[in-house]
């Protein structure tokens, strides 16, 4: 949808009616590749789903607010396209979601947001989250600023600066006085390091090694 709109912008003349109807051909069933991926969201988002670690079945933060955007965008290239009723449709969508979105996922006891919903054998604290706003955030739901993407930061970083050794090597700051960064793994259940089971992830693995060579 991006492309379509930027070479819209750029240079009109390449959007020619065949190459659109490629892209988005209003029609349904459809075999165009935008419209049938809108389809698809707009049909099964309320579905469970396999999580970006490819671990947890569940309904997830990071799908459910990717699917949101895609569902605005979509809703508004429908517009453009004079898909009326496809417009209609995914809008309404698009808000069933942001419901979904803006009271389900926000942990009260703990202040921050979950992952996912339903698992119960994790804390819900989870890069994952990050990613989402990063990929799927907008103005007025989950921007990277938003207070409950800083709070689940702020979790995260927290969990992660106890729990790795690479964390805990002195000194934390630099000469000025500014806070080294914090090195963070997927999530703070996660075992799996990219070859087998142990503590962290494969970066931290990686440069834990890297610096017991150098000394």
Not at 58 to 68: G, R, S
Not at 178 to 196: A, F, N
Request: negative net charge; proline residues 5%; aromatic residues 12%.
């Amino acid at each position: 949808m991006m492309y379509v709109r930027m070479l819209n912008e750029t240079d009109p003349s390449l959007v020619s009616h065949d190459w659109l109807q490629k892209m988005y051909d209003g029609k349904f069933p459809t075999r165009s590749v935008i419209k049938a991926d809108l389809e698809y969201i707009s049909h099964f988002w309320n579905r469970t789903g396999f999580d970006l670690w490819e671990e947890i079945k569940d309904m997830h933060f990071y799908t459910a607010l990717v699917q949101h955007k895609a569902l605005t965008e979509g809703r508004q290239l429908a517009e453009l396209l004079d898909d009326a009723p496809a417009a209609v449709w995914y809008g309404s969508q698009q808000h069933e979601l942001r419901k979904l979105l803006t009271t389900s996922f926000w942990n009260k006891e703990r202040g921050h947001l979950k992952s996912f919903l339903h698992t119960r054998d994790r804390t819900g604290i989870d890069c994952g989250l990050l990613l989402a706003s990063l990929h799927g955030g907008q103005e007025d739901l989950f921007p990277p600023w938003s207070d409950e993407i800083l709070a689940s930061l702020a979790v995260l970083v927290a969990d992660m600066a106890e729990r790795h050794p690479i964390n805990k090597l002195t000194p934390p700051f630099y000469p000025e006085g500014r806070l080294r960064g914090v090195g963070i793994g997927r999530y703070p259940e996660d075992r799996y390091d990219g070859v087998g089971i142990s503590e962290g992830n494969p970066w931290y693995v990686a440069h834990h090694r890297r610096l017991k060579n150098t000394a």
